[in-house]
Every structure is written in structure tokens, then in C-alpha cells.
């Protein structure tokens, strides 16, 4: 099975700032990668797709690049309604995996 | 509106068996490939099944041989039959659509507990 280490598992950070989170595969899955949000007690939701295609209706401040095995999401400057915890995910060989997920808070 | 809503979840003693339903609406349900993914309580994602528009299955090992995911196109209705349960399996089960590797619209999750 491919593993997904997503850095860091938590992070706090004030209102507008840049965020950032990576992931890194276990092995090379091109740009099979996806990122999700999830906030508690709701189902996760698609944001970007494709490792940097961003999903319809999903604000311009979220972002992602990366391919091979390292890859990266990024929130330009963070807002208060983007308190939740994200998730990536490959599927470029089954079983499809995510990452552990990285709990985002504001200071 | 693409909508999924599951069903079916509830409590269950170790051992036992329990068939989950995810209801679609708003989309052309026999043309995408539909998963479950769960998530114990306070734990990451952890994908269960797929099944394509085919009807081709697959799993991951740590269900293979004891659940099985099956569709019914007449009724746009995605299924998990969950046999042999273990505690491990204790956690919310979400139906999802998946386009192109990505899983693009996810139901609100129906909770499966797994406790003597």
C-alpha cells in the first residue's frame, strides 16, 4: 500500500496568514493527489483535485502543487471559516489512501 | 442537487452483520463509480470499498472476504453488506461519488457501532 505522511499533524495560525501542509508519498503517484476539508461533524469536502486543480466553487485562496512524491497545499491567507482538518489523498494504485490529516486552528 | 444520503447504521455486537444503504439523487447514478469510506471516531480516513459503473468490486484488505459493496442502478441505491464485524470496524461510514480518483460529492455518514 502507498503511505501518505502529511506534515505537520497540527499547526496554529492568525488570520491572514500563508498556510502551508505537505504530503509525501511512499512511492512516486505522478499527480493522482487530492486534498480535502473536513470540518467536525460534516463530511469532507473536495478542494483540489489533480494535485493543483482547484474544484468549482472552492475560493482562490486554496491551493496545491506538487508531483512524484512530494506535494503541497496551500492556503494563501487563512481565514476563520478554514478552521478545520485536511486531508490528501492518492489514487494512483489501490487501496486509494489519505494522509493523517493536519487539524488547522487560529491563534 | 446531488444528493447522497446513507441509512442503515446502528449497533451491533462483534461477530455480527449489518447491510448499510446510500440513497442518490440528482445525478445519473449508473454513470459513476460510487466507494464508502469510514472514519473512527477522532481518526483519519480509511477507504472501505468501490464499485465501478461495471459493477466490478474492490477492497482493501482489512474488509476483503467479510464486506461486500453492491448497486442497484433501478433504484440509484449503493449498498455495504458488513458481515463478521469487529470493534475495529466501529466508526462512520460515508458514501461517496468518485470522479476520475477523486471523490467529489460525500453523504452526511451513518455511524456503526461494533460493542458487546
Known amino acids: 500500500d502507498i503511505q501518505m505522511t502529511q506534515s505537520p499533524s497540527s499547526l496554529s495560525a492568525s488570520v491572514g496568514d500563508r498556510v502551508t501542509i505537505t504530503c509525501q508519498a511512499s512511492?512516486?503517484?505522478?499527480?493522482?493527489l487530492n486534498w480535502y476539508q473536513q470540518k467536525p461533524g460534516k463530511a469532507p469536502k473536495l478542494l483540489i483535485y489533480?494535485?493543483?486543480n482547484l474544484e468549482t466553487g472552492v475560493p482562490s485562496r486554496f491551493s496545491g502543487s506538487g508531483s512524484g512524491t512530494d506535494f503541497t497545499f496551500t492556503i494563501s491567507s487563512l481565514q476563520p471559516e478554514d478552521i478545520a482538518t485536511y486531508y490528501c489523498q492518492q489514487y494512483d494504485n489501490l487501496p486509494q489512501t489519505f494522509g493523517q490529516g493536519t487539524k488547522v486552528e487560529i491563534k | 442537487e446531488v444528493q447522497l444520503v446513507e441509512s442503515g447504521g446502528g449497533l451491533v455486537q462483534p461477530g455480527g452483520s449489518l447491510r448499510l444503504s446510500c440513497a442518490a439523487s440528482g445525478f445519473t447514478f449508473s454513470s459513476y463509480d460510487m466507494h464508502w469510506v469510514r472514519q473512527a471516531t477522532g481518526k483519519g480516513l480509511e477507504w472501505v470499498s468501490a464499485i465501478g459503473t461495471a459493477g466490478d468490486t474492490y477492497y482493501p484488505g482489512s474488509v476483503k472476504g467479510r464486506f461486500t459493496i453492491s448497486r442497484e442502478n433501478a433504484k440509484n441505491s449503493l449498498y455495504l453488506q458488513m458481515n463478521s464485524l469487529r470493534a475495529g470496524d466501529t466508526a462512520v461510514y460515508y458514501c461517496?461519488?468518485?470522479?476520475?480518483?477523486?471523490?467529489?460529492?460525500w453523504g452526511q455518514g451513518t455511524l456503526v457501532t461494533v460493542s458487546s
Open positions: 489533480d494535485a493543483s
Open positions: 512511492q512516486d503517484i505522478s499527480n493522482y
Open positions: 461517496a461519488r468518485s470522479r476520475t480518483g477523486s471523490f467529489d460529492y
